[in-house]
């Protein structure tokens, strides 16, 4: 997730705001915080050892990307104020429902130590 994040943050960085694979608007905030949220996650994942901390940011971004993107969806349909596309907030929803899934079946079959 981390790695595909610092990826889509870069490629929007060249590409400024276009459109990215013609698909998504991208714009400056969004690439810094897709490196900043992928940086995180490839840190949690490749450069430290503590699983629950992992788990933890997991969930953390997880939800964040969630309402994000839900909260595209509500400000877009009842308001028309999101500068998301419908496929952004199916991405951000997409990356938030993956990030959970991750962190809660990465949890499965681990001993707490008490």
């Known amino acids: 997730m981390g790695v595909l994040l610092i990826l889509v943050g870069l490629a929007g960085l060249v590409l400024g705001d276009q459109l990215l694979l013609g698909i998504l608007i991208i714009t400056i905030p969004?690439?810094?915080?897709?490196?900043?949220?992928?940086?995180?996650?490839?840190?949690?994942?490749?450069?430290?050892?503590?699983?629950?901390?992992?788990?933890?940011?997991?969930?953390?971004?997880?939800?964040?990307?969630?309402?994000?993107?839900?909260?595209?969806?509500?400000?877009?349909?009842?308001?028309?104020?999101?500068?998301y596309g419908v496929e952004d907030n199916i991405i951000q929803v997409l990356v938030g429902i993956l990030s959970l899934a991750v962190a809660f079946i990465s949890g499965r079959g681990t001993t707490s130590r008490a």
């Open 30 to 83: 969004r690439h810094l915080a897709h490196l900043l949220t992928g940086g995180l996650l490839a840190y949690l994942g490749f450069g430290q050892a503590d699983e629950g901390l992992a788990r933890t940011a997991l969930v953390a971004l997880g939800v964040v990307y969630l309402l994000v993107g839900m909260l595209g969806f509500v400000l877009s349909a009842l308001l028309g104020l999101s500068s």
